[in-house]
């Protein structure tokens, strides 16, 4: 999984590259939870053009970060989705609050490799 | 055991969520005879993990025991059987009902029956509280003659528009 982290925007990006269900979800959270409280982002963006799986293990573990990230005063936005997935996604009715964007390039060129966990 | 269908397998396996992966990738590659679109299988690799998930993390809460996984196929079906011998549901309905979820400190969100309802044709659950639990989901593939007759007509179609 690779952190990517634009200071002057307090943007970080992080692509997941798991398949995501509950067995992955334990390890995923602490992980992404460690990077969240170490940067503070303004917005986070999950890349999933490495997830091929996701069950409703991962909308629980969206919604965890959600919560915390809106906590910590900042933002969570989707990018890079696959059909399966954006199929949960829209039945989990979860893009009414954590949108899916179209792209984020602009900002991976931005920032800099931060770390992988 | 063979008879009146095409073909058949049966999965034992302890409940822990490493399991998981290794149930719907076995699940996946036997309804691969079907020919599923990669769609319909992406479908049955979801209900999958949601069933065997739900046996982990509710039949057993995590404790030690049996999950049991059979499937069935017939020409153009294919039926699997996700079960275990939990503390079973004490109101189906209930714990149906979407976003609905007795786990929620555990960051579930109560989506498992829904998805599975929404991603195979038909789903059936019986349910013993204390004995266990039993889920049986059905998912009709189209046959690859029917799929290839959709591409050639989306092929004609777009053929058509560009005036070919």
Redesign the interface.
């Known amino acids: 999984m690779e952190c990517i982290y634009v200071p002057q925007d307090k943007l970080l990006t992080i692509k997941i590259a798991e398949?995501i269900?509950?067995?992955v979800?334990?390890k995923l959270?602490r992980k992404i939870d460690n990077e969240i409280t170490r940067f503070m982002p303004r917005k986070v963006i999950f890349d999933f053009s490495n997830v091929s799986?996701m069950?409703?293990?991962g909308?629980?573990?969206l919604?965890?970060r959600y919560k915390v990230i809106r906590m910590l005063g900042g933002n969570l936005e989707l990018c890079h989705v696959n059909?399966?997935i954006e199929?949960?996604f829209e039945?989990?009715g979860i893009l009414k609050i954590i949108p899916l964007i179209k792209d984020n390039e602009i900002y991976e060129y931005g920032g800099k490799n931060v770390g992988n966990i | 055991m063979l008879g009146i269908y095409d073909n058949e397998m049966k999965l034992e396996f302890v409940s822990k969520?490493?399991n998981?992966?290794f149930a719907?990738i076995s699940v996946a590659a036997f309804a691969s005879q079907l020919d599923p679109s990669i769609?319909e299988l992406?479908?049955i690799?979801?209900a999958v993990?949601?069933a065997v998930?739900n046996c982990?993390?509710h039949g057993y809460e995590n404790t030690i025991g049996i999950v049991k996984v059979e499937c069935k196929l017939k020409s153009n079906w294919i039926e699997i059987q996700v079960s275990d011998n939990g503390k079973g549901i004490e109101d189906i309905e209930l714990a149906k009902r979407?976003l609905y979820t007795t786990k929620a400190n555990?960051?579930?969100?109560g989506?498992?029956f829904?998805?599975m309802e929404?991603?195979m044709d038909e789903l059936k659950i019986e349910s013993i509280p204390n004995m266990g639990t039993k889920v049986t989901m059905k998912k009709y593939i189209t046959p690859l003659d029917d799929k290839n007759n959709e591409n050639m007509s989306i092929a004609n179609q777009s053929k058509q528009k560009e005036g070919i």
Do not use: C, H, Y
């Open positions: 398949e269900d509950e067995n979800v334990k959270r799986f069950d409703s293990a909308i629980g573990m919604l965890g059909k399966q199929k949960i039945i989990s | 969520s490493s998981e992966a719907r769609d992406a479908d690799k979801t993990s949601e998930t982990i993390i979407p555990l960051e579930r969100s989506m498992g829904t998805i929404s991603f």
